[in-house]
């Protein structure tokens, strides 16, 4: 009874997946198990993959190969649109709001350099979280197969 008054709180908030989260949660289950072999699950679902960003947009932002690409940019709106880019890249429940590849990078002169340090910055907080083997490989195989789009795109 009490998982269906619950359920019925979380329905007029959320979505379900959400309010199934917060029933696990509130009544101390942990996580609610993934049911799928996406990426997206194997990174951890919505939790790992806001991990992944957050800590990989905060080592770029402070390494000093690339960090003043950084500057005057509005952290928060990067990290929920790329953490949404990357919930769809890796098969996860979201929908990308964001601009394409092309656009979002037409301008800034992104150098092989500039997007190699960027990797490395994402392999640092893969290895800090613990992100088995495969799942990188999976990962960086997906921003490798963007890397044409991101890199010197002209204005």
Known sequence: MRFIRLLSVCLVASSISGCADFYYDVIGRGAWP??????????????GVNTLVNGWLDTAAADPRIGTR??????????????QWLCVQAAGPCVYTG????????????SDTDFDAFIDDLKTNLNANRVPT?????????????RGAVIAVEG
């Open 70 to 83: 950084f500057a005057g940019v509005d952290m928060a709106q990067f990290k929920a649109v790329l953490t």
């Open 99 to 110: 601009p394409g590849m092309i656009d979002a990078h037409t301008g800034l002169a992104i």
């Open 134 to 146: 495969d799942e990188q490989k999976e990962l960086l195989a997906l921003l490798a197969a963007k």
């Open 34 to 47: 993934h049911e799928d072999d996406s990426l997206y699950s194997r990174l951890g679902g919505e939790s």
